[in-house]
């Protein structure tokens, strides 16, 4: 089969998952049961959101009379910012992310296009704009169906390199991907988005087997293109220098993301969807 034939076929097969991947997420999203995203906070907007005492500097007008006379003391009536943020997601569609360790359990693909999605629900139900690299972010729930084609996309590549096209000045990001590829470009991005005011996630995206590196005996490792390709005798050799490097490039991630004010985090497919999805979401928020 060639090239392009295996990369059309992915896409079919991909696009016709696509209902059942919007059922799911929806159902993944559901599940938090979270209230709106970045709103909890004093800003400008229209609705209530809470007393406080009134502090040295307050203007005479922000004083609310009426709360403040059932009391000694006065008190400001503050409402809730609801100005909406624009998120631009990454979802790595190279071939290094169709791997699955088991034939039972899924693609790292799979599960990372099902967090983008699940995410995607819950920011543009707290009325953000959401949009996929190369997009425009858009509110509404009709953008799920832009974000739904656009996860159908296929790269031909081993290993992905991010996205920045669409990012928003000032907005946030999410980059999904294995990032087992050369560094060099992410740090790139991350630079172009911290330049542009930009923070968000890196959600790392592995498999357990990936995680474990349960081989032993002969081995045949090869990239998923067929690119790269390594046969040892005794893999169970090389598994404390795997596991070594691969702890180093979650140390370089980490350090990476912090250094431009992004947040990082490891998920593998044998964990829950819905714990990821929580932490992906607090962490848009500047928590962990």
Partial sequence: MSLGTDLRARAETLGQSLPALLAEA????????????GRRRAGQGDEFWQYRPAHQGDAARAIDWR??????????????????QSV????????????SGDKDRAPKLDRARLLALALSVLLLRSGERVGL???????????????LAGLSVADAEDY?????????SHGRAVFLSDFLGNLDPLETALTH????????????????????????GRTVFES???SLRHETQSAGDLRTRYLDRLAERKSRLATLASAMGWHYHCHHTGQSAQTALLWAYNALEGGR
Avoid: C
Wanted: hydrophobic share 45%; proline share 5%; glycine share 10%.
């Fill in 67 to 84: 709360r403040s006379a059932r009391s000694d003391a006065h008190f400001v009536r503050e409402r809730e910012w609801q100005a909406a």
């Fill in 88 to 99: 631009t997601l990454w979802v790595d569609g190279a071939s290094s992310m169709a791997f």
């Fill in 224 to 226: 998923m293109q067929g």
């Fill in 133 to 147: 690299s190369g997009m425009v972010p858009k509110p509404g729930r009709a953008q799920i169906m832009d974000l």
């Fill in 26 to 37: 929806e159902h993944l999203a559901a599940t938090l049961m979270l209230g709106e995203h």
């Fill in 160 to 168: 992905g390199v991010p996205d920045v096209n669409g990012m928003v």
């Fill in 193 to 216: 988005a911290a330049d542009r005011g930009v923070r968000g996630v890196l959600l790392q995206v592995l498999d357990p087997a990936e995680e474990d590196f349960p081989y032993l």
